[in-house]
Structures are given as structure tokens and as C-alpha cells.
């Protein structure tokens, strides 16, 4: 299709949600001047992807500012008026232009989308990184925002271990005090999320990603690490972007243990990429070579999420 590249993604998570596959599709950014001119949009591009289905009404739903610099408008697309039944879209603007438009398909309309492109991950990591001062287009506030996407899981930390597997010669299982075993550190950084709001100087206390990568000793093809959580919630990060720096899978917060809320027992923490990308609850990290959408990048955020680049969403 003219103008328009759009891919297939899924995630365990949107599952849950009841969300089998997600439909993303990049555009050539089209100027936009309020709500309806958004509503028009995602009608005609609803038209060129959804194949047979009619959307008997477009519903706007939400919209929301990502950052300073972005804009994500939500949409429900009826397909059946009398069991609700809808597919949801979003669309997703840079300033006043639109650049992507997202179907969220549930599982009985997974046959009528259309998307043959194959989306390339290294395209969005070409820009060197950005250091010092503070993050472009986020707001300072006294305390962190609390997100449970997925819900608040109940864990029993005398069952819980963190798993580290996929390409890697010593694959290993850490429960709560052997990850003490491992050695501590504390790292006192801000903290971002995607969504433009940030808080200074938090501390977190737990063990270093690098002590972990040198035990475990991943393959020489390794380029991706996948991460999940008790909950269903998943996200993915480049490789190198965990080797150096301050990342953590952190057990402490403000010296204190994590509470529930804020990813106990074990939550991932990488200060120089957006709040997304550090998991709570972990329960497995997984050493990769090939890329796979977490939750959040299914939905078209950015694969690397790098705060002094602002990437926020996905652009290829």
C-alpha cells in the first residue's frame, strides 16, 4: 500500500488484555489540526488495513501527551454494535504530524488485517547517545507515578526465582538471597518515563547487570535481551545497552526493600532509558540474537528508548 509500511506484532500481555495481534503501521506524516482531523485519518486508514471489516462507528476515546513532543490519540472502531465488539486504533503525532497508526485486533478478527511489512529494528538505532543535563521534554515532580498495566500479581518470594536464559553458557535460576550473594550496589539517578513526567535523584540498591552478563557469559550473537515478568508484562532492550553504565536488577529503593507497587522482589532498573524498559516483578531475562516486541513496544513505542534521544516511538 501507497505511503504506508505495516506489520504484525503480539505480545503475552496484550493477550491477557484480550489483544491477540497488534497491526502497526508506519505513514508519511500527515499535518493534523485537532480531533477530527485525527478521526478522519484513522477512518481512512481503518479502511485500507482492516480489509472487509466495516467499522460501523469510530469512537474517540482518549487522547494523551507523550512527552513534550508527542501526541497519542485512541479510537474504538465498532465492529458490532449490539455486542460491542470493536477493534481499537491508535494514532500516534509528532507535534502536528501524524506518523503511525495502530490497530489492536482482538482473536475473532485476527483474518481480516493487512500487513506484510517486516519491521527492522536497527533502522531506529543509528543516533549517537546523548549525555548530561536534563531529559528533553520531561517534567520534574515530587514522586513516582505508579502503573500496574497488568495488574499487581501476588508473589511468594520463597517460590519466586529469577530466571537468566536463551544464548548464554551458564544459564542460571537466582532466588531473592542468592542474588545478595551476588554483591550489591547503589546508583542514585533520575528516573523518566516515557509519558513526560520525571523524579530526581531516586536510589536504587541491587545487583549489577554486569555482574550477571559475567556469569552467565552470552554468546558472541547476542544483540537483544528479552525480559518478562509475573505479571505478563514483557519489554526488550539492545544488548549493549546493559553491558556498561548503571543498570540494575534492583531489590532495594530509597534504602529500603522494594515494596509490591514498585516491582518487589526484583525490578530491573536502566536509568538512561525510559521507565518502561525497567521491569517490575522479574521473573526471567532472556539473551537473544533476533528482536521480538515487549508489551509496550507491540503498541509502538521504540525499541531502544534512549531518554537523551527522546525516543519515545518507534519511526520506521
Known amino acids: 500500500m501507497k505511503g504506508l509500511k505495516c506489520y504484525a506484532t503480539a505480545s503475552e500481555g496484550l493477550r491477557v488484555k484480550g489483544v491477540e495481534i497488534v497491526v502497526d503501521c508506519a505513514i508519511d506524516p500527515i499535518a493534523i489540526n485537532g480531533v477530527d482531523d485525527v478521526r478522519r485519518l484513522a477512518s481512512e486508514y481503518s479502511g485500507r488495513v482492516l480489509g472487509g471489516v466495516v467499522c460501523r462507528e469510530l469512537v474517540f476515546d482518549s487522547n494523551e501527551a507523550i512527552g513534550s513532543t508527542h501526541m497519542l490519540y485512541r479510537f474504538r472502531c465498532i465492529v458490532d454494535k449490539e455486542s460491542g465488539e470493536y477493534i481499537g486504533v491508535r494514532v500516534v503525532a509528532r507535534g502536528r504530524l501524524a506518523s503511525r497508526v495502530l490497530f489492536t485486533v482482538p482473536r475473532k478478527l485476527t483474518d481480516v488485517v493487512n500487513a506484510s511489512h517486516i519491521y527492522n529494528p536497527f533502522n531506529e538505532l543509528g543516533r549517537e547517545n546523548i549525555e548530561g543535563g536534563d531529559a528533553p521534554g520531561q517534567t520534574y515532580i515530587p514522586s513516582m507515578v505508579v502503573y500496574n498495566i497488568l495488574g499487581v500479581p ?163
Not at 554483591?183 to 549489577?208: A, I, L, M, Y
Open 154 to 316: 501476588s508473589i511468594d518470594v520463597a517460590k519466586w526465582s529469577l530466571e537468566v536464559a536463551g544464548l548464554v553458557d551458564n544459564p542460571l535460576k537466582l532466588t531473592l538471597s542468592s542474588l545478595y550473594e551476588l554483591g550489591v550496589k547503589t546508583v542514585r539517578r533520575d528516573f523518566h518515563c516515557v509519558t513526560g513526567w520525571s523524579v530526581r535523584n531516586v536510589e536504587f540498591t541491587g545487583v549489577p547487570l554486569s555482574r550477571i552478563i559475567e556469569l552467565v557469559k552470552p554468546g558472541e550473537t547476542v544483540k537483544w535481551v528479552f525480559v518478562e515478568s509475573v505479571d505478563g508484562y514483557s519489554t526488550i532492550i539492545p544488548f549493549e545497552e546493559l553491558t556498561g553504565g548503571d543498570a540494575l536488577v534492583a531489590l532495594e529503593m530509597d534504602g529500603r526493600p522494594l515494596d509490591l507497587l514498585h516491582g518487589y522482589p526484583a525490578r530491573l532498573v536502566v536509568p538512561h532509558l525510559y521507565g518502561w524498559k525497567s521491569a517490575k516483578w522479574l521473573s526471567r531475562i532472556v539473551f537473544m540474537n533476533e528482536y521480538r516486541d515487549g508489551y509496550w513496544e507491540a503498541l509502538g513505542y521504540h525499541p531502544r528508548g534512549r531518554v537523551g534521544l527522546e525516543e519515545r516511538f518507534k519511526t520506521h
